[in-house]
């Protein structure tokens, strides 16, 4: 499919282009690398036989996902890895603050622009590798910062009550839609806030100051836990456990010979 000529709904429908959620995307492409007997998670080293396999299962089962393990131990990095299983590029409605599905939109923006245009609706491309969306969780995150808020500017430039769904301003979660979301260090996150991740993680609704939004967002979460944070700042709290679908304990590396690998590969030297 030549994405340079597909520019709008009408095209994209002629195309035959389907739509699949995230995690069907990387479990269908990880499955072609398994198959072809390509890497999934190339140049990590000394998780081949431990890591990596359980990764591989998670993704299939079409889980978030937890990694567990103390400072150094490549969590991010394999997270930073999963972008490589995702489609080079995949549509979106155009202006969409959260990356609509033109074939199947949530927001209201997306929604409304598909009525009114149809099939002339323009559409533009996004590239994998902006579909990784970052965030270290510290003390002074708040809701609004990743979920939203209202934004009183907005209300005012566009005369329109505090009741009304388009005066709200969407956090990081709901703009990383369709995108691969990590949340590094989870246990610093204030347990108020983890607790406002349980409906975007089961029920597929977010809600902002009393608005209860019927978005189902399609994100792949990857969170990331050192255990020695469990007692010294912090803790999961339990349905957010239950949440998450898969935990995987990451290790330093076994031998000496693995370790000057990564030693090798990390070092910046002229």
């Known amino acids: 499919m030549k994405i340079e000529n597909i520019n709008t709904l009408g095209e994209l429908k002629a195309s035959g282009y389907k739509s699949n959620s995230i995690k069907e995307e990387l479990r269908t492409n990880l499955r072609a690398k398994i198959k072809s007997g390509e890497p999934a998670f190339e140049g990590v080293h000394g998780f081949e036989n431990t890591v990596i396999p359980e990764l591989e299962r998670a993704i299939l089962s079409r889980h978030n996902i937890n990694l567990l393990g103390l400072r150094g131990q490549a969590k991010t990095r394999l997270a930073r890895k999963m972008v490589d299983l995702l489609d080079e590029y995949i549509p979106f409605v155009t202006g969409s603050e959260i990356n609509d599905d033109p074939l199947n939109p949530i927001s209201r923006y997306a929604k409304d622009?598909?009525?009114?245009?149809?099939?002339?609706?323009?559409?533009?491309?996004?590239?994998?590798?902006?579909?990784?969306?970052?965030?270290?969780?510290?003390?002074?995150?708040?809701?609004?910062?990743?979920?939203?808020?209202?934004?009183?500017?907005?209300?005012?430039?566009?005369?329109?009550?505090?009741?009304?769904?388009?005066?709200?301003?969407?956090?990081?979660?709901?703009?990383?839609?369709?995108?691969?979301?990590?949340?590094?260090?989870?246990?610093?996150?204030?347990a108020r806030i983890q607790v406002a991740l349980f409906n975007i993680l089961q029920e597929?609704?977010?809600?902002?100051?009393?608005?209860?939004?019927?978005?189902?967002?399609?994100?792949?979460?990857?969170?990331?836990?050192?255990?020695?944070?469990?007692?010294?700042?912090?803790?999961?709290?339990?349905?957010?456990?239950?949440?998450?679908?898969?935990?995987?304990?990451?290790?330093?590396?076994?031998?000496?010979?693995?370790?000057?690998?990564?030693?090798?590969?990390?070092?910046?030297?002229?």
Request: contains cysteine; aromatic residues 8%; negative net charge.
């Open 204 to 270: 597929g609704d977010i809600q902002i100051r009393g608005f209860k939004l019927r978005m189902p967002l399609d994100l792949q979460f990857v969170f990331t836990a050192n255990p020695e944070d469990y007692t010294n700042r912090g803790n999961i709290v339990t349905p957010l456990k239950d949440r998450i679908g898969s935990q995987i304990l990451t290790h330093y590396p076994e031998t000496v010979k693995i370790a000057r690998t990564i030693t090798e590969q990390e070092a910046k030297l002229d």
């Open 113 to 190: 622009l598909i009525a009114i245009n149809g099939d002339a609706t323009p559409i533009s491309w996004l590239h994998r590798k902006d579909r990784f969306f970052e965030k270290l969780a510290t003390p002074d995150v708040t809701v609004a910062d990743l979920i939203g808020d209202i934004d009183p500017i907005k209300a005012a430039n566009l005369k329109l009550s505090y009741a009304d769904d388009r005066v709200i301003h969407f956090g990081m979660i709901p703009r990383a839609n369709r995108c691969i979301f990590v949340i590094n260090e989870l246990p610093d996150l204030q």
